[in-house]
């Protein structure tokens, strides 16, 4: 797995934004609900357009659903807030796998760059438990959907 680091492009197309996460308690999965092939940009254009307006992109990761290739699109150490988690962005990363994933299977390179991901950030925060959006405290939502839910919990087991 590479990741291209675009946390530089992010900023300069991004409102302002320093504030730092409190913990990272958690590692929170989504997806996007958007054609697979979109990438950060597609998905920082979608939040900064938002009502009201993210001020940046709300993710730590994109990964694109059609290639698997690992965004870092926000810092993580130490970690600024993402806007992805109702409630417990302060607390969490957010990692967003393109397409959707209700109606789609996802493919193996979007699952083998998550799962490697997943394994990376692991180290970085073990502590931190790796959730889908739907397992998040508050959440009213299908995401990830249930195919990439389904992959995740058998990634953990
Ligand atoms: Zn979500």
Redesign the pocket.
């Known amino acids: 797995m590479i990741i291209l680091n675009v946390i530089d492009l992010v900023a300069s197309k991004s409102r302002r934004r320093v504030i730092r996460v409190k913990a990272v308690d958690f590692i929170?999965v989504?997806?996007s609900v958007t054609p697979p092939d979109y990438g950060w940009e597609d998905i920082l254009r979608i939040h900064l357009a938002h009502k009201p307006p993210y001020q940046s992109i709300g993710y730590h990761f994109v990964i694109r659903g059609t290639s698997g290739q690992v965004y870092k699109c926000l810092p993580i150490s130490p970690a600024v807030i993402g806007a992805?988690?109702y409630m417990q962005n302060a607390v969490s990363i957010g990692i967003?796998v393109t397409g959707n994933y209700e109606e789609n299977e996802p493919r193996e390179v979007a699952l083998t760059a998550l799962k490697e991901l997943l394994a990376e950030l692991h180290s970085a925060y073990p502590k931190a438990k790796i959730l889908g959006?739907r397992e998040m405290l508050h959440s009213k939502?299908a995401?990830?959907g249930k195919h990439l839910q389904a992959a995740l919990v058998a990634m953990r087991s």
């Open positions: 929170v989504h997806h992805h988690a967003c959006h939502t995401c990830p």
